[in-house]
């Protein structure tokens, strides 16, 4: 998802935060991952795009990470398979985010480290246990 600036000193309050405190990083073989900084709030629309984890619907992906990990639907953490209505929840994922400023689940244990029964816990706590159909 892409969010249009319509004040282009954004960018200069990025690149002043970044000299004064620069992101946390962790270097990975030969890539470098940097910890994303807060968007600032804009009243412009989204536009949906995808930044290569589209997959083609008529193949079987189970099991592999299709979405980013506080965005994944409960069939994709569950190795279920799944179709285009985790899209739809992912959408709604990054819709929360930009209205409520934070995401809806963490899916972190105490040592920051990605936590599939945790998340799922949280989705639990929040809606309630999953139907039998959804099981099946």
């Given at each position: 998802m892409l969010?249009?600036?319509?004040?282009?000193?954004?960018?200069?309050v990025f690149e002043e935060a970044e000299l004064k405190q620069p992101a946390p990083r962790k270097v990975l073989g030969d890539r470098v991952i940097y910890k994303s900084r807060r968007i600032p709030r804009t009243r412009c629309l989204p536009i949906i795009t995808d930044f290569g984890e589209a997959r083609f619907a008529d193949e079987d992906y189970r099991g592999q990470d299709v979405m980013p990990d506080v965005y994944r639907a409960p069939e994709v953490i569950l190795k279920m398979n799944w179709d285009n209505k985790v899209d739809i929840w992912s959408i709604a994922m990054v819709f929360w985010d930009l209205v409520a400023g934070r995401t809806l689940f963490q899916a972190r244990n105490g040592q920051q480290l990605?936590?599939?029964t945790l998340h799922l816990a949280e989705m639990v706590a929040i809606m309630?246990?999953?139907s039998r159909e959804f099981l099946e």
């Open positions: 969010l249009e600036i319509d004040d282009p000193t954004v960018f200069s990605l936590d599939d309630g246990p999953p």
